[in-house]
């Protein structure tokens, strides 16, 4: 029933056009991540390049979140959302031009601007213009289309890569992202939020004031760490599949589908839970268990490949040969979804509360970005860099323990800010 509550949702123009958004970005995110460990095969890159991957996308994001989060709040947040959209065209030409490792790392750089641009942005306005009543369902909503989205961008995108190299997938991706530029230009009302009086939002005193929530920085401390493991298993399991197994391109798009498709029935569903029965710290630490869980089975395709008797599927007049080590990492990345779809809807929503708390809803989310970007930066680094001086599995274990740090803490932090009364309903952020 909640899934076609979601679907019903594309009834109202906005919401529709920031579905689109939603779609446009995390097809190109999900795609690009397979061409990462394409790229990393052909240039024989040592698992510090391949963090730096990750990196150089998170380092852009760390500098912009803060001041973008501001400008949201306080200007026409359709002009940012349509700026996005342009800056990820130019990364999808950019891509088709790159020869060397260092030239994906400054591709990445810039697909961080478009990134960021798209996920605060959008996910603002959703926050923002969406019913009080039912914020849960829109935000799990908004998130369910772009799982499907990346659904999508794995199986297509993996398929295309792997039939017709790079030039195509990227075509696909600039079509489809003008398209949705188009969408939002039409249908979007002019400055969806972007409410707050740039006086009134204070910069610096913004972030102080929200900060000083205490269930706002026990989330922020948690996105710390957990990101450190969470990225490592965004941007490595791909280049794991593809580098130690020989697994094709079209292949790893389906071990990463079997994620997506958990997320994408699920988001919806958990969103309306949240909605009603609340305690969504709850929600955050069940999903964050999950996935720390999820992350430590990921080193055992080494132990089952060559165990499980290969299956060969044959599609699209090719033949796909399927043995441990993919049923091993599919299953892996089909638990992180599910944790995922528990811990998201819950995670977002808890932001957009802290944040309406001081009417800056966008700064809240930025914060919420900042905190993972922080993680971000260093985690794939720090996690290469034990895959080449240790080995690829004690780097995901190393992950997982991050990932386990990370929810320990939060569930002492949020059992006491949960205890803390909420704060009076007019503060004022200059005292």
Known sequence: MTRFRSISLLGDREFAALAGTAFARSQAYSTILIALALYAEAYQTTGFIEGLFGTGFA????????????????????????????????????????????????????????????????????????????????????????????????????????????????????????????????????????????????GVETFRSLLALPMLRSLVGFRFAFSVGKMAVIIFLPIYARTHFGISAFAIGWIMAGGKLTKTVMQG????????????????????????????????????????????????????????????????????????????????????????????????????SISWKVGQVAGPVMVGTTMDFVSTEAGFVLAAAFIAVATAAFVVSARRADAVPAPMDDPSMGD
């Open 59 to 202: 380092l852009v994001q760390l500098l912009i979140v803060l001041p973008l989060g501001r400008k949201v709040d306080t200007g026409n947040a359709k002009r940012y959302l349509l700026a996005g959209f342009l800056v990820n065209v130019v990364v999808f030409v950019g891509f088709l031009f790159v020869d060397s490792a260092v030239h994906v790392i400054l591709i990445r750089m810039v697909q961080g601007l478009g990134a960021s641009l798209l996920w605060i942005t959008g996910s603002t306005i959703v926050g923002e213009i969406s019913p009080d009543d039912q914020q849960g369902l829109w935000l799990g909503s908004y998130n369910q289309f772009g799982s499907f989205s990346s659904l999508f961008g794995d199986l297509v995108g993996g398929y295309l890569l792997f039939a017709y190299g790079f030039t195509v997938p990227y075509l696909v991706l600039t079509a489809i992202t003008l398209g949705t530029f188009v969408l939002v230009f039409l249908f979007l009302r002019d400055n969806p939020g972007g409410q707050t009086d740039p006086e009134e939002a204070g």
């Open 269 to 368: 569903v958990v969103g309306s839970l949240t909605d009603r029965w609340g305690r969504e710290h709850h929600f955050v630490a069940v999903g964050a268990l999950l996935y720390g869980l999820g992350t430590a089975i990921i080193p055992l395709a080494t132990y089952f490949e060559g165990r499980i008797d290969p299956v060969s599927v044959s599609m699209f007049g090719d033949t796909q040969v399927l043995g441990g080590a993919f049923f091993t990492l599919f299953g892996a990345y089909s638990l992180l979804g599910v944790a995922d779809s528990i811990r998201l809807p819950a995670s977002m929503s808890l932001f957009v509360d802290e944040g309406t708390k001081y009417d800056s809803v966008a700064s809240a989310m930025s914060l919420r």
